[in-house]
Protein backbone atom coordinates (compact mmCIF):
# COMPACT_ATOMS: atom_id res chain seq x y z
CA UNK A 1 0.00 0.00 0.00
CA UNK A 2 1.35 3.40 -1.15
CA UNK A 3 1.66 5.66 2.00
CA UNK A 4 0.74 8.64 0.35
CA UNK A 5 -2.48 7.99 0.04
CA UNK A 6 -3.02 6.33 3.50
CA UNK A 7 -5.16 8.41 5.70
CA UNK A 8 -3.81 9.78 9.15
CA UNK A 9 -7.32 10.09 10.80
CA UNK A 10 -6.23 8.23 13.43
CA UNK A 11 -3.13 10.86 14.48
CA UNK A 12 -5.41 13.68 13.38
CA UNK A 13 -8.59 12.36 15.27
CA UNK A 14 -6.20 12.13 18.20
CA UNK A 15 -4.55 15.77 17.63
CA UNK A 16 -7.77 17.22 17.69
CA UNK A 17 -8.69 15.21 20.78
CA UNK A 18 -5.33 16.74 22.70
CA UNK A 19 -6.82 20.42 21.86
CA UNK A 20 -10.33 19.75 23.24
CA UNK A 21 -8.43 18.42 26.14
CA UNK A 22 -6.53 21.30 26.32
CA UNK A 23 -9.10 24.17 25.75
CA UNK A 24 -11.34 22.15 28.81
CA UNK A 25 -8.64 22.94 30.94
CA UNK A 26 -8.89 26.50 30.31
CA UNK A 27 -11.98 26.90 30.37
CA UNK A 28 -11.66 25.23 34.07
CA UNK A 29 -9.03 27.26 35.00
CA UNK A 30 -8.98 28.31 38.66
CA UNK A 31 -7.97 32.13 38.65
CA UNK A 32 -7.37 34.41 35.76
CA UNK A 33 -5.94 37.98 35.85
CA UNK A 34 -7.29 39.64 32.80
CA UNK A 35 -5.09 42.13 31.09
CA UNK A 36 -5.33 44.73 28.21
CA UNK A 37 -3.01 47.05 26.74
CA UNK A 38 -4.21 49.94 24.60
CA UNK A 39 -0.66 50.48 23.49
CA UNK A 40 0.56 47.24 22.39
CA UNK A 41 -0.96 47.60 18.25
CA UNK A 42 1.57 50.70 18.08
CA UNK A 43 4.69 48.80 20.24
CA UNK A 44 4.38 44.84 19.91
CA UNK A 45 4.88 44.95 23.76
CA UNK A 46 2.97 44.39 26.80
CA UNK A 47 4.05 46.01 30.07
CA UNK A 48 3.82 43.12 32.72
CA UNK A 49 3.91 45.24 35.95
CA UNK A 50 5.91 43.52 38.95
CA UNK A 51 6.37 46.89 41.89
CA UNK A 52 4.08 49.69 42.91
CA UNK A 53 5.15 52.98 44.32
CA UNK A 54 3.11 53.56 47.49
CA UNK A 55 2.69 57.31 48.71
CA UNK A 56 1.73 56.07 51.82
CA UNK A 57 4.61 54.14 53.08
CA UNK A 58 7.25 55.84 50.18
CA UNK A 59 8.58 52.90 48.96
CA UNK A 60 7.93 50.61 46.25
CA UNK A 61 5.85 46.81 47.18
CA UNK A 62 5.49 43.77 45.26
CA UNK A 63 2.40 43.99 42.71
CA UNK A 64 0.95 42.67 39.18
CA UNK A 65 2.62 39.22 38.10
CA UNK A 66 4.99 39.46 41.60
CA UNK A 67 1.80 39.44 43.49
CA UNK A 68 -0.48 37.94 41.81
CA UNK A 69 -2.64 34.80 43.46
CA UNK A 70 -3.72 33.82 40.08
CA UNK A 71 -3.36 30.75 38.35
CA UNK A 72 -3.89 32.34 35.12
CA UNK A 73 -2.98 35.06 33.17
CA UNK A 74 -5.00 36.38 29.86
CA UNK A 75 -4.30 39.38 27.42
CA UNK A 76 -7.04 40.63 25.80
CA UNK A 77 -5.46 42.05 22.65
CA UNK A 78 -8.48 43.84 19.51
CA UNK A 79 -10.24 40.70 18.53
CA UNK A 80 -8.03 38.36 20.24
CA UNK A 81 -7.42 36.70 23.21
CA UNK A 82 -4.74 33.93 24.66
CA UNK A 83 -4.14 32.37 27.96
CA UNK A 84 -0.85 31.62 29.93
CA UNK A 85 -0.12 29.99 32.85
CA UNK A 86 1.34 31.90 35.81
CA UNK A 87 4.39 30.18 36.37
CA UNK A 88 4.70 30.02 32.27
CA UNK A 89 4.50 33.64 32.51
CA UNK A 90 6.95 34.34 34.82
CA UNK A 91 9.75 32.22 32.95
CA UNK A 92 8.62 34.16 29.88
CA UNK A 93 9.12 37.80 31.25
CA UNK A 94 12.21 36.47 33.55
CA UNK A 95 14.21 35.20 29.96
CA UNK A 96 12.33 38.04 27.53
CA UNK A 97 11.47 40.90 29.11
CA UNK A 98 12.92 44.53 29.15
CA UNK A 99 13.09 46.14 32.68
CA UNK A 100 11.29 49.33 32.53
CA UNK A 101 10.05 51.89 34.77
CA UNK A 102 6.28 53.61 34.27
CA UNK A 103 6.62 57.47 35.81
CA UNK A 104 3.16 58.54 34.94
CA UNK A 105 1.89 59.96 38.23
CA UNK A 106 0.16 58.89 39.90
CA UNK A 107 0.58 55.56 39.48
CA UNK A 108 4.30 54.88 39.64
CA UNK A 109 5.33 51.39 38.77
CA UNK A 110 8.50 48.97 37.81
CA UNK A 111 7.94 46.18 35.45
CA UNK A 112 8.39 44.77 31.95
CA UNK A 113 7.90 44.79 28.17
CA UNK A 114 8.00 41.95 26.43
CA UNK A 115 7.22 41.72 22.87
CA UNK A 116 3.74 40.30 22.00
CA UNK A 117 5.11 38.36 19.11
CA UNK A 118 7.91 36.30 22.22
CA UNK A 119 4.91 35.63 24.56
CA UNK A 120 2.94 34.06 21.67
CA UNK A 121 6.13 31.73 20.85
CA UNK A 122 6.31 30.89 23.78
CA UNK A 123 2.15 30.73 24.37
CA UNK A 124 1.91 27.93 21.47
CA UNK A 125 4.42 25.69 23.44
CA UNK A 126 1.99 25.17 25.89
Known amino acids: ?53 SDNNSEWYPSGLQATKATHWAFVL ?4 FIVPTDQLKKTVEKYGHPIECSIPPNYSKGYLIKVTDLLQVARGF
Not at 78 to 81: D, I, K, L, N, T
Open 78 to 81: EEMA
Open 1 to 53: MDNVNRSDFDLDLRYGQEGESYIKSLLNIETVEVKRDKRWKNTGNLYIEVWCW
